[in-house]
C-alpha cells in the first residue's frame, strides 16, 4: 500500500533532451580529438570524463563514425498512454481512492493503479509496468503514516507543550 508523491526526476532520473544534447555535443568533442590522434587520457582529461567512457565512444566512432556517437535518443520502452491520458492520470491519483471506489481505506496500491488504468483508458498493465510508469510520471511510493481519523492535531499540541513539560521536569 502507498500514498505518491512527486519526484524530482521523473522518467528514472533520465536525461531531458536539453541534457541528452549536451552529451551528444561532447562526444562529438570527443570525435574531433579522435580523428587528430589525441590520447585517451588526454581526452578524458579535456572533456572531464572517465577514460572508460572515451574507451567506449571512440569504439563506437571507429565503427560507425560520428553517427555512432549521436544520441538514441529518451532510454526506455515507449508509454502506451498519451500524455493527455498521462495528465488525466496523475490529476485522477490526487483525487485519491475514494473519490474512485475505493472506500474501505485511502491508499493507492499497485493493484487498485492497474485496475483504475484498465477502466479509464482501457490499458491492461503489469503491477511492475505500473509501478515504472508512475516512476516515469514522476510519482514515488511512500509508506503511510498510520494514524487515527480521530485525531486531533490541537490537543497534542497543547498535551506536548504542558503534560510532556512538566513530565520531563
Not at 571507429?62 to 500524455?83: D, F, I, Q
Not at 506536548?160 to 512538566?166: A, G, I, L
Request: hydrophobic share 40%.
Amino acid at each position: 500500500m502507498l500514498y505518491l508523491v512527486r519526484v524530482r526526476y521523473p522518467d528514472g532520473g533520465g536525461l531531458t533532451a536539453e541534457g541528452r544534447a549536451r552529451r551528444e555535443a561532447v562526444r562529438l568533442q570527443a570525435a574531433e580529438l579522435f580523428a587528430r590522434d589525441v590520447p585517451v587520457p588526454e581526452i578524458a582529461r579535456r572533456l572531464r570524463v572517465s577514460h572508460n567512457a572515451v574507451y567506449v565512444w571512440r569504439r563506437r566512432w571507429r565503427s560507425g563514425g560520428e553517427a555512432g556517437l549521436v544520441s538514441n535518443g529518451p532510454s526506455g520502452t515507449e508509454c502506451r498512454l498519451a500524455p493527455e491520458q498521462l495528465d488525466q492520470l496523475a490529476a485522477v491519483l490526487r483525487e485519491g481512492p475514494a473519490a474512485h471506489g475505493y472506500t474501505e481505506d485511502q491508499r493507492w496500491t499497485l493493484a487498485r493503479m492497474a485496475e483504475l488504468i484498465a477502466r479509464l483508458f482501457g490499458v491492461r498493465y503489469t503491477l511492475r509496468g505500473v509501478s515504472l510508469l508512475l516512476h516515469r510520471m514522476g510519482f514515488s511510493p511512500q509508506m503511510p503514516a498510520h494514524r487515527p481519523i480521530e485525531r486531533d492535531e490541537d490537543k497534542i499540541a497543547t498535551w506536548r507543550e504542558e503534560v510532556w513539560q512538566q513530565a520531563k521536569d
